[in-house]
């Protein structure tokens, strides 16, 4: 069965302090995997598409790396306004599903 | 107005009311989506929309009733809704439904009473 696992499910940071989000999935093909922002009362905000296996993509503070079973999410010194949930999306080869995780709801503290 | 909108923002309804959800994207893209989003649950695609053709429709209850009239204005009509349909319904739209990011709006927070 097709499905995403975020991890972890929180994540409390100090300002400045560096670290990951993991987004494992099964699918079978993969066609693209995504991540996006999403900030309490808006709709997510897409980051970063990857396709294939040893891909990186960075904007601002993240950077997003892809392996064949799981992608990271890396946040490098975060600020507060990082703060928001985080999530991972992976589109099958065939037909036009889309499957979402359930997302990592980070707060920075100042 | 820019990207994607959705009216209402916010919907309370009974569960014999008929409502309708409205979607309009002002990107040029040529597929659209909605989605539930459900505390604790994962984002579910509903229905998906390319060229204003149904090209998905995964398993949802007819009570649930998508229309596009054209390939920017998506409606989700709304009939005999029960409490468990209470959510924030999403509207994305995208280039194509290839691999594409997908643009999202703001959504509908619904709920039934």
């Known amino acids: 069965e097709d499905q995403v696992t975020q991890s972890p499910e929180a994540l409390r940071l100090q300002e400045g302090e560096s670290s990951s989000l993991n987004c494992s999935y099964t699918v079978s093909g993969l066609r693209g995997l995504f991540w996006y922002r999403q900030d309490p009362g808006k709709g997510p905000e897409f980051l970063f598409t990857?396709?294939?296996a040893g891909e990186e993509k960075e904007k601002e503070r993240l950077k997003a790396t892809l392996t064949k079973k799981e992608s990271f999410l890396h946040i490098t010194a975060p600020k507060p306004e990082d703060s928001a949930t985080y999530l991972c999306a992976v589109q099958a080869r065939t037909g036009n599903q889309f499957y979402f995780g359930t997302g990592t709801s980070l707060t920075v503290i100042p | 107005e820019t990207g994607v909108t959705q009216t209402p923002r916010h919907l309370v309804m009974g569960m014999t009311n008929k409502k309708s959800l409205k979607c309009e994207q002002h990107l040029g893209h040529n597929a659209m989506y909605w989605y539930k989003q459900s505390a604790k649950k994962p984002l579910e695609l509903m229905f998906v929309y390319s060229l204003e053709e149904r090209v998905e429709n995964n398993s949802v209850p007819s009570r649930f009733s998508p229309e596009c009239p054209n390939s920017s204005h998506l409606f989700l009509h709304l009939h005999t809704l029960q409490p468990e349909d209470s959510a924030l319904y999403l509207c994305?739209?995208?280039?194509?439904?290839?691999?594409?990011?997908?643009?999202f709006g703001p959504g509908t927070r619904l709920t039934v009473l």
């Open positions: 990857l396709y294939s």
């Open positions: 994305a739209s995208s280039q194509d439904s290839g691999v594409a990011e997908q643009f």
